[in-house]
């Protein structure tokens, strides 16, 4: 396996009114390709920040980073499934899956079908032709989520994508992301702010400090595959979470006092 | 059916005539018109509140309807009792329906001075027809009072839309630009546009003809615009754009897929402004000079005291308004797809 994405020592300061602010301290990863690794931390350590970045729509202002390409010259190298989704209102369901496939310049013949197939996946395909004002939160959660893998990048990029889906529906999306994940062998780095998710979904949590953001720590999850549902109940999970949440605990805590 | 509120209404409804009764005999009827008007029409509305209430689901919406229609001819029907009773004065205030016999003697009668009537003299279209075809149909309605306001104030607004559009985006998208561009906007944006006809007038050939009123709404709707689509631009949520690169969305692709239809809304509710602007400045250019016009129309009975025909000169800008308007609907329902559902709401 290669590195597909590495940070070192990396810094994001804004500069606005106020003065400087750091919204990012110091990240260094590491990310091979076809891992599934997931981020978690406290709201306002950086996350989006940080992945933003990493998709090339902004910069560090310190700091190495390097994302390495594949083979494929057409294969796009990221694509992002943002927090607020980002689908275009103006789109319908089917027109916003196929945009990447349009900007390429895929005949929309070709785009068409495969933005269907995807749809016909996450079972929207009877929403192809609404527009996004008239689907449900849940709905258009997942059709930026294959927004992205209709596009069919190298690297997958979320950021927080089932956080304002309700328990049920997260864990049916949660199963049906592990098993594209299964079939695309995509690098992936997943936001999160649910813990369970994170080491339920990924093959390494990154634990991320109180801003400004640091990746503090690194946690392999060696729970075999497949995981179903009932991977929540196994001794290892419980034990890996009161592990990770002894340490997340503390920075949420950090966190909040910072608010005040 | 609810028992509580039918006994309301049918103490209400005979208190309600009881009272009228009583200010009637007490000569309020005559000496506190507005004072009785007002007090009518708060319990009026109160009882058809109520009874609205009362109506079962299944009529809902064309009781609601009926609501819509009838309340205004209520009103037109008081206000006609009023007028020809001499309660309210008829000069300033002619009953609706002389208004409206003037409104259609205005439509057949040509007017002495312009020698032309609002739509420009529609019995001789059909004489017309079988002399010069459609075209002399064509220039009957343009000597029209209609026409001459209607071509004004859409050449004007599209004269003045589309360089305020490109303006628009360009300042919007290049900070350069907004910058060196802001201030002198502004500071035009808020002087009234109809101040400058003056020196407009004095930079056509023909001062006295349709080229500087067209080009004085076109100003107005131009700086209007301009500072619109400019903000449009500048509202269009980051993550649209973020969005747009990371998908491969750059230069005038990104124009076409993302800024353009990301601002197009907020243009149109724009357009809808600017459009009522247009129609303010118009008629108030007729009002200062011209030889034809709805404005001129008006200003011209102001000056023979024929009031009935303000009001329809009035009702006139109203329906030329209502039209133009619907025009506008219209484009923005087959430009924005995506806004149809909520539109005619
Ligand atoms: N463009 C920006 N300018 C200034 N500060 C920013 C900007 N974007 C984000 N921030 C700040 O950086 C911090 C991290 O933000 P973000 O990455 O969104 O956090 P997270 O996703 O972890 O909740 C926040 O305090 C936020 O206010
Ligand atoms: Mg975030």
């Known amino acids: 396996m290669s590195v597909k994405i590495r940070c070192q020592g990396c810094q994001k300061v804004y500069r606005t009114a106020e003065g400087e602010f750091t919204a990012i301290g110091d990240a260094t990863l590491q990310i091979e390709e076809g891992q599934f690794v997931c981020i978690v931390g406290p709201s306002g350590c950086g996350k989006s920040t940080l992945l933003k970045i990493i998709a090339g729509l902004d910069y560090f202002t310190a700091g190495e980073f390097d994302v390495r390409h594949g083979e494929s010259r057409d294969q796009p190298i990221n694509n992002v499934v943002f927090q607020e989704y980002a689908i275009f209102p103006w789109r319908t369901v089917l027109e916003n899956v196929a945009f990447g496939l349009e900007m390429r310049g895929i005949s929309k013949k070709i785009r068409t079908e495969i933005a269907r197939e995807w749809l016909q996946k996450v079972g929207l395909s009877k929403f192809a032709n609404y527009f996004p004002d008239q689907i449900s939160g849940g709905m258009k959660q997942r059709v930026a989520i294959i927004r992205a893998l209709a596009n069919d990048p190298e690297i997958l990029l979320m950021d927080e994508p089932l956080g304002a889906l309700d328990a049920q529906s997260r864990l049916l999306i949660q199963e049906e992301l592990l098993k594209l994940w299964d079939e695309t062998k995509k690098t992936v780095l997943y936001v999160t702010h649910s813990l369970d998710e994170a080491i339920f979904l990924g093959d390494e949590v990154l634990l991320m400090s109180a801003n400004p953001g640091r990746i503090i720590k690194r946690y392999p999850i060696t729970i075999e595959r497949p995981r179903s549902i009932n991977t929540m109940n196994t001794g290892d999970f419980t034990r890996t979470r009161s592990e990770i949440w002894e340490k997340l605990a503390v920075e949420v805590g950090r966190s909040m006092a910072n608010q005040q | ?345």
Request: aromatic fraction near 12%.
């Open chain 2, 1 to 345: 059916m609810n028992p509580e509120k039918s006994i309301k209404l049918s103490v209400q409804i005979p208190l309600f005539l009881l009272l009228n009764l009583v200010l009637y005999f007490l000569d309020l009827w005559t000496n506190q018109v507005l004072m009785c008007l007002v007090i009518d029409v708060i319990i009026f509305g109160k009882i058809v509140n109520d009874a609205m209430k009362l109506v079962p689901v299944r009529y809902k919406k064309s009781s609601e309807r009926f609501v819509t229609l009838l309340f205004p001819i209520l009103l037109l029907s008081i206000w006609e009792i009023f007028a020809s009773t001499g309660k309210i004065n008829p000069t300033w205030f002619p009953e609706p329906t002389k208004i409206l016999a003037s409104l259609w003697e205005l439509i057949t009668v040509p007017e002495k001075f312009s020698e032309t009537t609002l739509l420009g003299r529609p019995w001789m279209i059909l004489e017309r027809y079988q002399e010069q075809g459609l075209e002399g149909v064509w220039k009957l309605i343009e000597e029209g009072h209609v026409w001459a306001t209607l071509y004004r104030v859409v050449m004007g607004f599209v004269i003045g839309l589309v360089p305020a559009v490109f303006c628009g985006f360009l300042m919007g998208m290049n900070k350069t630009i907004r910058l060196m561009f802001d201030s002198i906007l502004s500071a035009i944006y808020v002087l009234p546009k109809i101040a400058i006809f003056p020196i407009v007038m004095l930079v056509f050939a023909d001062p006295f003809g349709d080229a500087p009123r067209i080009a004085v709404v076109a100003l107005s709707v131009f700086f209007m615009m301009t500072i619109h689509t400019m903000g449009a631009v500048q509202n269009i949520e980051g993550i649209y754009i973020l969005a747009g690169h990371n998908y491969g969305a750059h230069g005038l692709k990104l124009f076409f897929k993302v800024i353009l239809p990301g601002s197009l809304p907020s243009i149109f509710s724009g357009m809808r402004v600017a459009l009522g602007m247009a129609l303010i400045v118009i008629i108030a250019v007729e009002f200062l000079r011209a030889e034809k016009g709805v404005g001129y129309l008006i200003y011209y009975n102001w000056e023979i005291l024929a009031p009935e025909k303000m009001y329809a000169g009035l009702i006139t800008v109203m329906l030329i308004g209502i039209l133009t308007t619907l025009v506008l609907k219209l484009l923005q329902y087959l430009a924005l797809p995506w806004k149809r559902h909520s539109l005619f709401k």
